[in-house]
T-cell receptor, first 114, second 114 residues
Framework: GNSVTQMEGPVTLSEEAFLTINCTYT??????LFWYVQYPGEGLQLLLK?????DKGSNKGFEATYRKETTSFHLEKGSVQVSDSAVYFC?????????????FGDGTTLTVKP | DVKVTQSSRYLVKRTGEKVFLECVQD?????MFWYRQDPGLGLRLIYF???????EKGDIPEGYSVSREKKERFSLILESASTNQTSMYLC?????????????FGPGTRLTVL
């Protein structure tokens, strides 16, 4: 079956530091890959997505590249801000097997200190 | 702007009570989901529905049931609440069709069972 493994947290960084959160996946079909973000007290919202190999998703300074050869979708940001403090979830959706369903990683809590 | 709403942000119930959590989406989405979110366990799928009156069990359906009488509304029911059902409950929806795979989440209901 499908699975997502993401870097364990929590992660604590100083403002303007470089961020990487690792994510690897296992899927039987051709999944779309996602990063969702959950700010304190809120539900999840889409941060970025990529739908095929070598696609790069980007939003709000965050980037992730769909690497089929390493089955990875690592999240990066060059300079984090205090407002980036949140929980980040890597996820995949494989429409060839379970239309609409997504498989989520366990989430990584990021805290950015001023 | 897409919107998923949940009936309550915070709820406190007694052991043995019947609890209803309501979720409404305004995007005409076919697929709707209920998850629970617990520290260290990520998101776990309770039930999902791919059409009106249709439902399927997720990974942890025990102690829960669901109802989908209208396309826009998906209810989660705790038949007899127990303390181990204290959790954050998240509803999500997604449309159907190729390439339509982003899940839209509500703000969550934090349920405490005493």
């Amino acid at each position: 079956g499908n699975s997502v493994t993401q870097m364990e947290g929590p992660v604590t960084l100083s403002e303007e530091a470089f961020l990487t959160i690792n994510c690897t996946y296992t899927a039987t079909g051709y999944p779309s890959l996602f990063w969702y973000v959950q700010y304190p007290g809120e539900g999840l919202q889409l941060l970025l997505k990529a739908t095929k190999a070598d696609d790069k998703g980007s939003n709000k300074g965050f980037e992730a590249t769909y690497r089929k050869e390493t089955t990875s979708f690592h999240l990066e940001k060059g300079s984090v801000q205090v407002s980036d403090s949140a929980v980040y979830f890597c996820a995949l959706s494989d429409q060839s097997t379970n239309a609409g369903k997504s498989t989520f990683g366990d989430g990584t809590t990021l805290t950015v200190k001023p | 702007d897409v919107k998923v709403t949940q009936s309550s942000r915070y709820l406190v119930k007694r052991t043995g009570e019947k609890v209803f959590l309501e979720c409404v989406q305004d995007m005409d989405h076919e697929n709707m989901f209920w998850y629970r979110q617990d520290p260290g366990l990520g998101l776990r799928l309770i039930y999902f529905s791919y059409d009106v009156k249709m439902k399927e069990k997720g990974d942890i359906p025990e102690g829960y049931s669901v109802s989908r009488e209208k396309k826009e509304r998906f209810s989660l029911i705790l038949e007899s609440a127990s303390t181990n059902q204290t959790s954050m409950y998240l509803c999500a929806s997604v449309g159907a069709g190729q390439g339509i795979d982003t899940q839209y989440f509500g703000p969550g209901t934090r349920l405490t069972v005493l």
